[in-house]
């Protein structure tokens, strides 16, 4: 993925999530401004083959893995032209065959079933690694240290990944969690750990790719942390605990801002090219928009299939 597609890859979460968030019956969802710099990273250095697990917050990395807006938009509405026929939602959002093995609402839920994935993996010989992505907040589990460990042991080809947005809904990482750093955790069972800034796209996209090299190769599983800031609440539904003013200096990190930044300053890009970026990202959404507000909703008579 070039510089390019990443900063167009962010800019159309962003659109997509602050249309989401502006609809009428948008529902209960967790949004991600700010963190579109790990999604954009984490996917623009995996494989079709791979499969990426996240948590609940899953809307950027569903769109960066390639689902179609206008399919996402649908599922989050409950529409039955959504991903999931508009059952599984932003919670359990999931498209295998797109390498998006899918979001788990429950905090840590994912963590095993990523071991899971990647020891299927290793007993058929498919390339493919599993990816799982989980927040500071999943951190303390203690599955982590369970699903680590029977990495480690079984030197499964899976890359744990930390979105460390630095708040558990509204408490700091650091009243809940002794590491120095969060990737300090699987240094206790021999797995290669480093922490990095998730603000970065470039940063996140080039250590996701070395780690990624490496697990392919036979190294076993590694751990990533990439720091990151969520620019609001931590739900649509949750009151914002912040204040204006360290909201306001959060926000002088964006992302977008830094890699539009970085372009505009080597030449790479120019005001033109940004503003016909700019219309058909929002041309896009528009489209999802609408796609998901002409669907229906799923027939009463399905409310207990694919419940297993």
């Not at 797995?191 to 940063?203: E, H, K, Y």
């Not at 780690?211 to 190294?219: D, F, N, P, Y």
């Not at 800031?229 to 992302?255: G, I, K, M």
């Amino acid at each position: 993925m070039t510089r390019h597609e990443m900063l167009y890859s962010m800019k159309l979460i962003r659109a997509f999530e602050n249309a989401l968030a502006a609809h009428p019956d948008h529902g209960f969802q967790l949004l991600s401004a700010g963190e579109e710099a790990v999604a954009v990273g984490v996917c623009a250095a995996l494989a079709p083959q791979d499969q990426l697990l996240t948590g609940g917050r899953s809307i950027g990395f569903a769109l960066a893995r390639g689902l179609t807006p206008a399919e996402v938009m649908a599922e989050l509405l409950g529409k039955s032209t959504g991903t999931n026929r508009g059952k599984g939602g932003r919670g359990h959002l999931s498209a295998p065959a797109q390498g998006f093995f899918g979001a788990h609402a429950v905090v840590a839920g994912n963590i095993s079933i990523a071991a899971g994935v990647a020891l299927a993996r290793l007993m058929t010989g498919d390339p493919g690694i599993a990816v799982v992505v989980f927040g500071d907040g999943a951190s303390g589990a203690g599955i982590l240290h369970e699903t680590l460990n029977i990495a480690a042991l079984w030197r499964l080809p899976v890359l744990f990944i930390c979105n460390n947005n630095q708040l558990s809904v509204s408490t700091p990482r650091q009243a809940v969690l002794a590491p120095k750093m969060i990737s300090d955790l699987a240094l206790a069972y021999g797995i290669t750990a480093r922490t990095f800034d998730g603000m970065q796209v470039d940063i996140v996209a080039e250590a996701v790719a070395n780690a990624v090299q490496a697990i392919r190769s036979g190294a076993g599983p590694a751990f990533l942390e990439f720091t990151s800031c969520r620019f609001a609440a931590h739900s649509t539904a949750a009151r914002e605990t912040r204040s204006r003013d360290e909201l306001q200096r959060l926000r002088l990190a964006c992302p977008i801002m830094d890699l539009t930044a970085a372009l505009l300053t080597t030449g790479q890009i120019n005001h033109e090219a940004l503003a016909t970026m700019d219309s058909d990202v929002s041309d896009k959404v528009a489209a999802a928009l609408n796609f998901a507000d002409a669907s229906p909703f799923p027939d009463a008579a399905e409310a207990l299939s694919d419940v297993f």
